[in-house]
């Protein structure tokens, strides 16, 4: 038994490293048009240098409205409970790191890197549950939730001839002139824009609070 328990825990152990390693970079498609070349396009390059400049300040905006809007939205109903989010909060911790964000352009890549070690995120909820025969039981919790960093990495094949002739307001109305601008420069479609890159670094906070039964 015991020579058996250790081969097969070896084999597991080999199973779980192998789902550890970096995922394996898939091959590009090859360009079927000219593609813009991002890190050249001069909007985007403006928006590296605002948010290079500008990101700390943004978040405290956002920080401020969030600590001014009531949440109040049924997430999840079933004939017994209803769960219902009631406040979202970002507070300050003691991080010397201020947040910030890094954003890359190279030609058809997009990338951007977000670092709010220094901001904590609150989730409050109300959980309520219906007996019956019983009294409603209704019970406040919040998660507390610590990131690190958020990063996320785009493939956009556009054709700059056409990024180029499209008229802003068009561009700004929506999302449906950029497909219109990638359509035909790779084959299939699907290819021209795709999530190359998706990670969410946490640092060590996640707690639980509640009052009454639950605590």
Known sequence: VEVNGTAAAVVASGFASAMMWPPLPMPLPEPLRPIQDWGEYPPVVVLEALVAERFGFWVDMVVDVLRRVSFDSVLFTHDLATLRLRGFSVSD?????????????????????????????????????????????????????????????????????????????????????????AAGTAEPMAEALAVEELALGLRPLLALGAEGALA
Do not use: K, W
């Open 93 to 181: 911790n003691t991080s010397p790191d201020q947040p910030s964000m890094d954003l890359h352009a190279r030609e058809s890549r997009l990338s951007a890197a977000t670092h709010i070690a220094a901001l904590d995120m609150t989730a409050a909820f109300e959980l309520q549950v219906t007996i019956p025969g019983q009294p409603v039981l209704t019970e406040d919790f919040a998660f507390t939730l610590g990131l690190d960093n958020v990063s996320v990495g785009v493939r956009a094949y556009v054709e700059g001839g056409r990024l180029d002739a499209l008229p802003l307001d068009r561009a700004m109305s929506s999302p449906r002139c950029l497909l219109d601008c």
